[in-house]
C-alpha cells in the first residue's frame, strides 16, 4: 500500500491585517479534517497556521493529484473563507482565485506539496510552511540541505547518499504548461547553481535520490501573481521532505536555515529580508513580516501520523531568530532603496510603474552643446 501526504493551504482570511486566521477558522478545519478521517476519505490529517495560511497535513492512499483530496481542501477553503466573512475578517477567501472547483486546486490559488511512497518501516518527515515569501525560499535550503556536506554530512559518512541528488526545477514565470528541467548533483552541480541563484524564476520542485529512485523532497511552486494577473498575497509555500536512513537526517535537512538567508516577500511581498525560522503558529508582525517558516517533524505508520515535533521550538533556533531580525533590520534600514526593495519585475503592488510612467513624460533632452 502506497501512503499519500498531502499538504494543501491557502490564506482564507485574518485576523488584525494579514496576520493570522482566526480560531473559528482552524477549528471549523480541524472539525473538517476529523470528518474526512471518520467518513474514510482520509487516513489522518493535522491543521496547523504559519502567519495567515492554515495548512491541513492529510494522509491517505489516494495517489497524488487526487481530485477528491483536492475537492475535500478547496472546500475546506471555502468553509473558512465563510467564517473569515461572517467575522469580518480581513482577505477572506484571498487564496480562492477561481469560483468553481475544476479537479485540482493547483493553479486555483491554494498552495499543494504532496508525495507517495511505500512506508520505509520507520517513516519520518517534516513539513516545512512559509508566510510572505515566494516558493524560491526554498531553492537555498533544498539545494545546501541535499547537495552540500557542509550540511548535509551524509554524502562523505553514509556511502547510500555518495551518488547524490536529482532536482527537478520547474521555470515558474512560464504560464501555458508545466516547464521543468531536471539536473543532477554533483554531477550538473554548477548547471543547478545557474539556475537557482534566481528564485524567482526557478524554483525545485522535487529532489530524487540518485542511488535509490526514491522521492525525498516535493514543494509547492505556485505564483500566485501569475495565475491571478495580479498581485493577491505572497504564494506562501509548503514543502515535505522525507528524512534519515537513506536520506539526509532530520538535523542536515534543518542545518541551512540557520543562515536566515535574504528571500524576496515582507511587507507587500515586494521586499527582501532574512527568513526567520518560526515554532507552529507563530504571527506575521513588524513589517508585515518578517517571512517566515516553520517545520514540524512527523512520522506515519500505515498512514497514521505521530504526534508533530516543534524543530524551530529549540534554544538553539533563538538564536537563529534574533540574527534573521538582525539582518532583516540591516537591509530595512535601507528603505526603498536598491536591493532592499523587489526589482522592477518582482514589484508586486503597481505604484512604483505608475509614477514612473507619469514621471517619464517630464523627462525632457537636454540640447547638445
Ligand atoms: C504580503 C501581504 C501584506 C499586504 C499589505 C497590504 O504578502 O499580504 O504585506 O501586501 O498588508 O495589503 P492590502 O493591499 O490588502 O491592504
Ligand atoms: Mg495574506
Ligand atoms: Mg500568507
Same mark, same amino acid.
Given at each position: ?9 491557502? %490564506? ?26 471518520? %467518513?474514510?476519505? &482520509? ?89 510572505? $515569501?515566494?516558493?524560491?525560499? +526554498? ?31 520547474? %521555470? ?5 504548461? %508545466? ?6 548533483? !554533483?554531477?550538473? =552541480?554548477?548547471?543547478? $547553481? ?7 524564476? =526557478? ?20 505564483? &500566485? ?21 537513506? +536520506? ?41 513580516? !518578517? ?7 512527523? $512520522?506515519?505508520?500505515?498512514?497514521? &501520523?505521530?504526534?508533530?515535533?516543534? &524543530? ?23 528603505? +526603498? ?33
Amino acid at each position: 500500500m502506497k501512503t499519500t501526504i498531502s499538504v494543501i493551504k491557502a %490564506d482564507t482570511g485574518s485576523v488584525g491585517g494579514h496576520n493570522r486566521p482566526s480560531e473559528a477558522m482552524v477549528e471549523k478545519a480541524r472539525e473538517r479534517v476529523r470528518k474526512g478521517i471518520s %467518513d474514510g476519505l &482520509l487516513l489522518d490529517g493535522r491543521v496547523t497556521f504559519t502567519g495567515d495560511d492554515i495548512a491541513l497535513l492529510m494522509t491517505h492512499t489516494k495517489g497524488t493529484d487526487s481530485p477528491d483530496i483536492h475537492k475535500f481542501a478547496w472546500d475546506t477553503f471555502v468553509e473558512t473563507t465563510a467564517i473569515a466573512k461572517s467575522e469580518g475578517l480581513y482577505g477572506a477567501g484571498q487564496d480562492l482565485l477561481k469560483n468553481a472547483f475544476s479537479g485540482n486546486v493547483r493553479g486555483m490559488g491554494p498552495g499543494s506539496a504532496e508525495i507517495a511512497f511505500e512506508e520505509r518501516t520507520a517513516e519520518p518527515f517534516i513539513v516545512f510552511a512559509g508566510d510572505k $515569501c515566494g516558493p524560491g525560499v +526554498f531553492n537555498y535550503p533544498l539545494f545546501e540541505g541535499f547537495a552540500n556536506p557542509y550540511h548535509n554530512a551524509g554524502l562523505l559518512l553514509a556511502p547510500d547518499m555518495k551518488a547524490g541528488f536529482t532536482f527537478h526545477i520547474m %521555470d515558474v514565470n512560464y504560464t501555458e504548461a %508545466d516547464r521543468v528541467i531536471m539536473l543532477k548533483a !554533483p554531477a550538473d =552541480y554548477y548547471d543547478i $547553481c545557474t539556475l537557482l541563484r534566481d528564485p524567482n524564476h =526557478y524554483v525545485i520542485e522535487s529532489v530524487v535520490e540518485n542511488a535509490t529512485g526514491l522521492t525525498a523532497a516535493v514543494a509547492s511552486t505556485a505564483r &500566485l501573481h501569475n495565475i491571478a494577473g495580479k498581485y493577491v498575497g505572497k504564494d506562501d509555500p509548503v514543502a515535505i521532505v522525507r528524512s534519515q536512513k537513506q +536520506f539526509p537526517s532530520t538535523g542536515e535537512i534543518l542545518s541551512p536555515w540557520a543562515l536566515a538567508h535574504y528571500t524576496l516577500g515582507d511587507n507587500r511581498g515586494s521586499h527582501h529580508v532574512a527568513v526567520m525560522p518560526v515554532k507552529q503558529n507563530s504571527i506575521i508582525s513588524f513589517f508585515d513580516g !518578517p517571512t517566515i517558516i516553520s517545520a514540524a517533524g512527523y $512520522c506515519v505508520h500505515e498512514g497514521k &501520523l505521530t504526534d508533530a515535533v516543534d &524543530l524551530f521550538d529549540q534554544p538553539f533556533w533563538d538564536t537563529i531568530r534574533t540574527k534573521a531580525s538582525e539582518k532583516t533590520l540591516d537591509i530595512r534600514a535601507q528603505g +526603498f532603496y536598491g536591493p532592499a526593495m523587489a526589482g522592477m519585475d518582482e514589484l508586486e503592488y503597481t505604484g512604483v510603474v505608475e509614477n514612473l510612467k507619469r514621471l517619464d513624460e517630464k523627462f525632457t533632452l537636454r540640447e547638445k552643446k
